[in-house]
Protein backbone atom coordinates (compact mmCIF):
# COMPACT_ATOMS: atom_id res chain seq x y z
CA UNK A 1 0.00 0.00 0.00
CA UNK A 2 0.81 2.88 -0.83
CA UNK A 3 2.64 6.46 1.22
CA UNK A 4 0.07 9.03 0.28
CA UNK A 5 1.87 12.17 2.67
CA UNK A 6 5.48 11.45 2.09
CA UNK A 7 6.08 14.30 4.50
CA UNK A 8 3.08 14.03 6.98
CA UNK A 9 4.08 12.36 10.61
CA UNK A 10 4.31 8.60 9.22
CA UNK A 11 6.38 9.25 6.12
CA UNK A 12 8.74 11.45 8.51
CA UNK A 13 8.82 8.92 10.41
CA UNK A 14 9.26 6.00 7.87
CA UNK A 15 12.19 8.28 6.08
CA UNK A 16 14.04 8.71 9.41
CA UNK A 17 14.19 5.15 9.76
CA UNK A 18 16.10 4.71 7.07
CA UNK A 19 20.05 3.40 6.66
CA UNK A 20 21.50 4.66 3.41
CA UNK A 21 25.18 4.58 2.43
CA UNK A 22 28.01 7.03 3.66
CA UNK A 23 26.78 10.31 4.85
CA UNK A 24 23.84 9.65 2.86
CA UNK A 25 21.50 9.02 6.26
CA UNK A 26 22.56 11.76 7.75
CA UNK A 27 22.27 14.83 4.60
CA UNK A 28 18.52 12.92 4.38
CA UNK A 29 18.69 13.84 8.19
CA UNK A 30 19.51 17.04 8.18
CA UNK A 31 16.72 17.97 5.24
CA UNK A 32 14.16 16.46 7.10
CA UNK A 33 15.07 18.94 9.92
CA UNK A 34 14.77 21.50 7.52
CA UNK A 35 11.41 20.34 6.14
CA UNK A 36 10.27 20.46 9.75
CA UNK A 37 11.33 23.79 10.88
CA UNK A 38 9.54 25.23 7.40
CA UNK A 39 6.65 23.46 8.38
CA UNK A 40 6.52 24.73 11.64
CA UNK A 41 7.30 28.27 10.74
CA UNK A 42 4.17 28.12 7.96
CA UNK A 43 2.01 26.88 10.68
CA UNK A 44 2.89 29.16 13.10
CA UNK A 45 2.00 32.18 10.16
CA UNK A 46 -1.12 30.80 9.64
CA UNK A 47 -2.47 31.33 13.19
CA UNK A 48 -1.08 34.49 14.01
CA UNK A 49 -3.27 35.27 10.54
CA UNK A 50 -6.06 33.38 11.15
CA UNK A 51 -6.18 35.19 14.97
CA UNK A 52 -5.30 38.77 12.91
CA UNK A 53 -8.59 38.14 10.34
CA UNK A 54 -10.73 37.14 13.51
CA UNK A 55 -9.83 41.05 14.37
CA UNK A 56 -10.15 42.99 11.43
CA UNK A 57 -13.36 43.60 9.81
CA UNK A 58 -12.40 44.39 6.25
CA UNK A 59 -10.83 40.72 6.17
CA UNK A 60 -14.14 39.31 7.58
CA UNK A 61 -15.88 40.79 4.87
CA UNK A 62 -13.71 39.27 2.41
CA UNK A 63 -14.19 35.79 3.92
CA UNK A 64 -17.74 36.37 3.15
CA UNK A 65 -17.06 35.63 -0.62
CA UNK A 66 -17.24 31.82 -1.58
CA UNK A 67 -14.16 30.63 -1.85
CA UNK A 68 -12.28 33.13 0.14
CA UNK A 69 -10.84 31.74 3.10
CA UNK A 70 -8.33 33.58 6.10
CA UNK A 71 -4.97 33.25 4.18
CA UNK A 72 -6.79 34.51 0.99
CA UNK A 73 -8.83 37.63 2.72
CA UNK A 74 -5.65 38.35 4.57
CA UNK A 75 -3.94 38.39 1.02
CA UNK A 76 -6.56 40.42 -0.83
CA UNK A 77 -6.79 42.79 2.39
CA UNK A 78 -3.06 43.60 2.37
CA UNK A 79 -2.62 43.77 -2.02
CA UNK A 80 -5.56 46.73 -1.86
CA UNK A 81 -4.59 48.26 1.70
CA UNK A 82 -6.32 51.56 1.79
CA UNK A 83 -9.45 51.72 -0.67
CA UNK A 84 -9.49 55.20 -0.64
CA UNK A 85 -6.39 55.32 -3.11
CA UNK A 86 -8.66 54.05 -5.70
CA UNK A 87 -10.57 57.08 -7.09
CA UNK A 88 -13.12 54.48 -8.97
CA UNK A 89 -13.64 50.95 -8.73
CA UNK A 90 -12.30 50.63 -12.19
CA UNK A 91 -9.32 51.75 -10.85
CA UNK A 92 -9.38 49.00 -8.57
CA UNK A 93 -10.14 46.44 -11.15
CA UNK A 94 -7.40 47.38 -13.31
CA UNK A 95 -4.96 47.46 -10.02
CA UNK A 96 -5.81 43.78 -10.31
CA UNK A 97 -5.26 42.76 -13.49
CA UNK A 98 -8.99 41.93 -13.45
CA UNK A 99 -10.06 43.96 -16.83
CA UNK A 100 -10.70 42.30 -19.78
CA UNK A 101 -8.52 42.79 -22.47
CA UNK A 102 -9.46 45.21 -25.26
CA UNK A 103 -8.92 45.63 -29.10
CA UNK A 104 -10.78 47.07 -32.18
CA UNK A 105 -10.46 46.55 -35.35
CA UNK A 106 -12.62 47.56 -38.25
CA UNK A 107 -14.74 49.45 -36.60
CA UNK A 108 -15.48 46.94 -33.76
CA UNK A 109 -14.33 46.65 -30.42
CA UNK A 110 -13.76 43.09 -28.95
CA UNK A 111 -12.75 41.87 -25.46
CA UNK A 112 -10.59 38.75 -24.39
CA UNK A 113 -9.13 37.22 -21.39
CA UNK A 114 -8.24 39.42 -18.44
CA UNK A 115 -5.25 41.28 -19.06
CA UNK A 116 -1.64 40.14 -17.46
CA UNK A 117 -1.19 43.43 -16.34
CA UNK A 118 -1.96 43.98 -12.52
CA UNK A 119 -1.06 43.05 -9.44
CA UNK A 120 -0.24 39.31 -9.89
CA UNK A 121 -1.05 38.00 -6.14
CA UNK A 122 -4.98 39.62 -6.67
CA UNK A 123 -4.99 38.37 -10.06
Do not use: C
Not at 16 to 21: I, T
Not at 113 to 118: E, S
Amino acid sequence: KGLSDKFGKKGMKIMRALKLKGNDTSILNGYLDLIEEITKKINDLEKRIKSFVKEDKITLLFKTIPGIGDIVAFLIRYEIDDIERFSSAKKLYSYAGIVPSTYSSGGKTYHGRITKQGNKWLR
